[in-house]
């Protein structure tokens, strides 16, 4: 199973910061399977990237995604009022498809 | 546009079956894994299981011995059964579909809205 440790656990920023969110994997995720999700309270966790670094359907362009390999970044380029959430990065390559613990965005 | 709409008990006793259905709306049925996912503090977001209209499935090898799933292609619906439930298995379950046609355990554009299922004596 690969396990995917998120840094940081919470990262508390401004509206206008730029946000990095890391996501390792414990063995190298081949095909760059690996995409990242932004929950809000009491909703579902929405599709933000897949492929490492193709942007989902509808999000903005201050979302992007990097890496390969066991090493994953998600870089938010200016923090909007609505990006302060949580974050998960989830490996579909070896099921079982597994997810991180998560990164908390909040505001300063 | 692709919506996902669960239902199930909520509320179970431990040693009881948790069991969960979602019906597709919009897009095709066929030619798609449905995966069930589900979130708890303590363990986060675990991907539980999918499954595809001709009934092929994978499950997490955690929960495999306790797992069943099941398609009705006819009403565009599939289900979840989880045996044996304790306290662990208290979560929000989620339902949802892969991105790609044919494509086992892809990426999820699509969720339901989640049904929290809490597992108390």
């Known amino acids: 199973e690969i396990v995917l440790t998120q840094s940081p656990g919470t990262l508390s920023l401004s509206p206008g910061e730029r946000a990095t969110l890391s996501c390792r994997a414990s063995?190298?995720?081949?095909?760059?399977?690996l995409a990242w999700y932004q929950q809000k309270p009491g909703q579902a966790p929405r599709l933000l990237m897949y492929?490492?670094?193709t942007r989902a359907t509808g999000i903005p362009d201050r979302f992007s995604g990097s890496g390969s390999g066991t090493d994953f970044t998600l870089t938010i380029s200016r923090l909007e009022p609505e990006d302060f959430a949580v974050y998960y990065c989830q490996q579909y390559g070896p099921s079982p498809k597994t997810f991180g613990q998560g990164t908390k965005v909040e505001i300063k | 546009q692709v919506q996902l709409q669960q239902w199930g008990a909520g509320l179970l006793k431990p040693s009881e079956t948790l069991s969960l259905t979602c019906a597709v709306y919009?897009?095709?049925?066929?030619?798609?894994?449905w995966t069930w996912i589900r979130q708890s503090p303590g363990k986060g977001l675990e991907w539980i299981a999918e499954?595809?209209?001709?009934?092929?499935?994978n499950y997490n090898p955690s929960l495999k011995s306790r797992i069943s799933t099941s398609v009705d292609t006819s009403k565009n619906q599939f289900s979840l059964k989880l045996t044996s439930v304790t306290a662990a298995d208290t979560a929000i379950y989620y339902c949802?579909?892969?991105?790609?046609?044919?494509?086992?355990?892809?990426?999820?554009?699509?969720w339901g809205q989640g049904t929290l299922v809490t597992v108390s004596s």
């Open positions: 063995h190298s995720v081949n095909n760059k399977y």
């Open positions: 499954i595809n209209d001709r009934g092929s499935t």
């Open positions: 919009g897009g095709s049925f066929s030619n798609y894994y």
């Open positions: 949802a579909r892969v991105a790609e046609e044919r494509a086992s355990g892809n990426y999820l554009p699509y």
């Open positions: 492929g490492a670094s």
